[in-house]
């Protein structure tokens, strides 16, 4: 009771010059602060705004890859993953958009395993059936796929260069469809169709309660609304 | 509580270490401060259940971020310690996997729950086959905190272990095996392998964590302050006496500059964090061995596996399903010619899907190969002991500061032939054993996760009796101070195939239940 007495004590020094202060804005004429404090209202029963998923609804640009590179991963996507059993295959999933976004994103050693990847398999094209990747037909890409296909356990991929592209592009491409929303609107229902999901963490980088302390939006010390020995603690039989 | 109030105990970290401290030395009257370098994890205000395209990289590892932590994903991208943030450094022929979680609590939060005793053939390892140092302590000294452990933890097991896997105070397993797991059992028998019920940490209401097992008992005595966002930048040292009095801590989100004092000081901050922190004291060093026998388990070898019998719909619970633990059976009554110590095997029977990355093919066939061999898994993956030697250590990389401007850690380590040779050896074995079976095997892999991915470092502050040959003494204390205290993984004095968890948790309670009578004693 001490303790709290003494905050109560500490709030109204902080508080009330703030008051005197306001009092005398008044009586110069100056319009109050405005907006009157905003967040006032804003509590568990407001309705909160429905959204959704940007790329799901809107087309997002492309940035990295070069029109022949991605023309090329088109081709890889549609042929690794295509639409199956009512599914929706890498392409109606968008992938080859979200993987140049990835792919954009990410470090230089995993940019330039793709570039490099499908600088390649077209240049195999070319110099085998004289055409682009993108312009083979399935037996042709089953030709040129098949050989660089291998069976590896996870975060071990292949060393060799066109075996670690060629598996590591076919569990991408995998994943980012799986992953999609045009992919979770098909899933039957079933355990094993379960459209992929997880427990999300968001960023722990500040506290809300400390923040709203430190910001000096207040000017008032945080105080713990639920004393300490009130917390819930569990206690098990031994 | 007043300002500048002089503490009993300092604990650093609030993981299984610290949580354990905090229990016992409360419990025995001491005030206890802990600090702890992260925020309160709230499942209920900083995490919610989303579908992968609701987020933005699809559930991919956010690019760029958390490059050495391989257990990452979008979902958990955020409970990581960022390597921005706090970085290390490391040559770059040698990556390490420093994995770390400074929330509240700690590892803890997030661990597999694998719960082993190390034997005699972990704690005598050096009377055995001449490596390293033998512990100062034997098995049964520490089986007594070991079965309270057990009890706490709430460890379930059967009483099947041999003498290099000790049993304990289990919650009894009865479980029949699947016939798959029989299979196997009866095909490791060549190679004298003891096939044993798994041994895992039940918790109580889903969780087995410091955060609820230790930390409320620690709560109840009112004897203890806690201080979340408190990232410790150095010890600080009594100018008279010379021993440790405290700490200077920065606060993680004002990076204000605070100072706690304390009688005593328990570090408990994750093995290479603790270590970490006396190196940038320059403190408790008087060995030169602060930071030296960085050893941790090599993990990522091993074989995916079908059960015929089990495919196109086939499997049923009678067939599958069930896991078991393959203690150390290399060098236990033989000698291997090519590695000392020896590997456990982690074995699953699943019910489950089998990866795609199994069959190399695509599309139309690869979507008929995952439904014929779905339900049909059996995995095994080693768990391999790292020897301790000296060249593989930490220290201070004085030109890299992290976000509070603490000097970095340097991480110098590598796997010898001891380590290769172990998981080829695993992975030879496992597919002799999985053909005997009647298994397909899918796919094998003979080369080890990078030092580090086993979130099982342990060493670099050893324990023994000589002081010039070892850190802490075997109460976990300093041999230049008493009233300091390391009681995480970092008092390891070899690194056993299992996970650790369960001897660092013991430790601490000796440890501290040593700290309790000495204080009472009037000896500190």
Not at chain 2, 158 to 184: C, K, T
Not at chain 2, 352 to 369: C, D, I, M, S, W
Not at chain 2, 441 to 458: F, M, Q, T
Request: proline content about 7%; aromatic content about 8%.
């Amino acid at each position: 009771m001490l303790r709290r007495g003494f905050v109560r004590a500490m709030i109204s020094v902080i508080v009330a010059p703030r008051a005197l202060l306001s009092q005398q804005a008044g009586k110069t004429g100056l319009p109050p602060p405005a907006p009157v404090p905003w967040t006032l209202g804003l509590n568990p029963k407001t309705p909160l705004p429905q959204t959704e998923v940007a790329d799901t609804i809107t087309e997002s640009e492309q940035r990295f890859f070069t029109a022949a590179q991605m023309a090329t991963l088109v081709r890889l996507s549609d042929v690794f993953l295509p639409p199956l059993e009512g599914k929706p295959g890498a392409l109606q999933a968008e992938t080859p958009v979200f993987l140049d976004f990835l792919i954009g994103s990410s470090p230089a050693s995993r940019q330039a395993m793709y570039v490099d990847g499908l600088n390649w398999l077209d240049a195999e094209a070319q110099s085998k059936y004289k055409r682009p990747f993108a312009k083979l037909d399935d037996v042709q890409v089953d030709a040129l796929l098949k050989p660089w296909l291998r069976t590896w356990m996870n975060d071990h991929p292949p060393t060799e260069l066109q075996e670690n592209f060629i598996n590591i592009a076919h569990d991408d491409i995998r994943t980012a469809t799986l992953n999609s929303k045009a992919w979770s609107e098909t899933v039957s229902g079933e355990p094993k169709d379960a459209a992929p999901s997880g427990l999300y963490w968001y960023p722990m980088q500040f506290q809300p309660e400390i923040c709203s302390a430190c910001s000096g939006s207040t000017g008032m010390p945080h105080v713990k609304a639920v004393p300490k020995a009130s917390h819930k603690i569990p206690s098990y039989p031994r | 509580m007043t300002i500048n109030e002089v503490f009993d105990v300092l604990i650093i970290g609030s993981g299984h270490a610290g949580g354990m401290a905090a229990k016992i030395l409360t419990e025995s009257g001491a005030h206890c401060l802990m600090l702890n370098a992260g925020p309160v994890a709230d499942v209920a205000r900083d995490a919610q259940h989303k579908a992968a395209y609701e987020l933005p990289y699809r559930g991919f590892k956010p690019p760029g971020r958390l490059e050495h932590v391989f257990q990452a994903n979008e979902f958990n991208a955020n409970v990581w310690v960022d390597e921005q943030q706090v970085p290390y450094t490391f040559p770059a022929e040698n990556p390490y996997n420093w994995v770390r979680v400074r929330l509240f609590g700690g590892r803890s939060l997030f661990w597999s729950r694998q719960s082993f005793r190390l034997s005699d053939y972990e704690f005598k390892a050096k009377s055995r086959d001449g490596f390293g140092e033998d512990w100062p302590i034997s098995h049964a000294d520490l089986a007594p905190y070991y079965s309270r452990v057990e009890e706490i933890f709430q460890v379930s097991g059967a009483m099947d272990g041999p003498p290099q896997m000790p049993d304990g105070n289990f919650v009894l397993d009865s479980e029949p095996w699947s016939e798959s797991m029989r299979r196997f059992m009866e095909a490791g028998k060549r190679f004298n392998m003891p096939v044993c019920k798994q041994r895992r940490a039940l918790g109580r209401d889903g969780l087995a964590s410091s955060v609820n097992l230790l930390l409320p008992d620690a709560e109840k005595t009112g004897k203890l302050i806690s201080i979340a966002n408190a990232v410790v930048r150095e010890l600080t040292v009594d100018k008279n006496t010379g021993q440790p009095n405290g700490c200077h801590f920065v606060d993680r989100l004002t990076h204000r500059e605070m100072h706690a004092k304390a009688r005593i000081v328990v570090l408990a901050a994750g093995t290479l964090e603790s270590t970490r922190l006396l190196l940038n004291s320059k403190i408790g060093n008087s060995s030169g061995l602060v930071g030296r026998y960085l050893m941790d388990q090599i993990y990522g070898a091993g074989l995916t596996c079908s059960v015929p019998e089990a495919r196109n719909g086939k499997a049923t619970r009678e067939l599958m399903g069930g896991g078991a633990i393959v203690p150390r059976f290399r060098n236990i009554d033989s000698k291997s010619d090519s590695f000392l110590r020896g590997y456990a095997l982690n074995v699953t029977s699943s019910m489950g899907p089998v990866h795609p990355r199994n069959f190399a093919t695509y599309g139309a066939e690869l979507q008929r190969k995952i439904e014929e061999y779905h339900g049909s898994a059996f995995f095994m993956t080693i768990m391999g002991e790292v020897l301790g030697r000296y060249e593989n250590h930490v220290r201070i990389n004085k030109d890299k500061v992290d976000a509070w401007g603490i000097p970095v850690l340097h991480v110098e380590t590598q796997y010898s032939d001891n380590e290769f040779n172990m998981a080829k050896d695993a992975v030879e074995v496992g597919s002799t054993v999985a053909e005997a079976a009647g298994f397909e095997v899918l796919s094998k892999n003979a080369v080890p996760n990078p030092p580090g991915y086993s979130i099982h470092e342990v060493g670099t502050c050893r324990m023994g009796d000589d002081p010039k040959r070892s850190v802490l003494n075997n109460w976990c204390q300093s041999h230049d101070h008493k009233n300091l205290l390391v009681v995480d993984g970092a008092s390891f004095t070899s690194a056993g195939w299992q996970n650790p968890t369960m001897t660092i948790l013991a430790l601490s309670m000796r440890a501290s239940e040593h700290l309790a009578s000495e204080v009472n004693k009037g000896n500190l």
